[in-house]
Nanobody, 127 residues
Framework: QGQLVESGGGLVQVGDSLRLSCIAFGSACTSCHMAWFRQAPGKARVFVSAITWDHTRYYSDSVKGRFSISRDNAKNSMALQMNSLKPEDTAVYYC?????????????????????WGQGTQVTVSS
């Protein structure tokens, strides 16, 4: 059994910062790649950022330059530092993990590539 647990969401003001964390338990991450997705009300879940086991990072255009992803393999954990938050960043943020694969660079943005998902943490940016 495996599980991903997110934490760190909350209500902040425009321009504030927030740090999300995700911890993997059990089979949720064995040399895995990890990512953050988000889902705003009434919208589809979309890719935010990803980090490979060996720390290659990917970002969506909407967060590039504002968000920073990191991980600690020894602790099976991942974090998303979110700066200069905007109202459009308001969403439920999900942590996800995927088994290592040679074609991950082609599909890191695709939710179907991920095997495990966390329960989500709400981020609300108020103007």
């Amino acid at each position: 059994q495996g599980q991903l647990v997110e934490s760190g969401g909350g209500l902040v003001q425009v321009g504030d910062s927030l740090r999300l964390s995700c911890i993997a338990f059990g089979s949720a991450c064995t040399s895995c790649h990890m990512a953050w997705f988000r889902q705003a009300p009434g919208k589809a879940r979309v890719f935010v950022s990803a980090i490979t086991w060996d720390h290659t990072r990917y970002y969506s255009d909407s967060v590039k330059g504002r968000f920073s992803i990191s991980r600690d393999n020894a602790k099976n954990s991942m974090a998303l530092q979110m700066n200069s938050l905007k109202p459009e960043d308001t969403a439920v943020y999900y942590c996800a993990s995927a088994q290592k694969s040679t074609d991950y660079s082609l599909k890191y943005h695709d939710a179907s590539a991920y095997n495990y998902w966390g329960q989500g943490t709400q981020v609300t940016v108020s103007s």
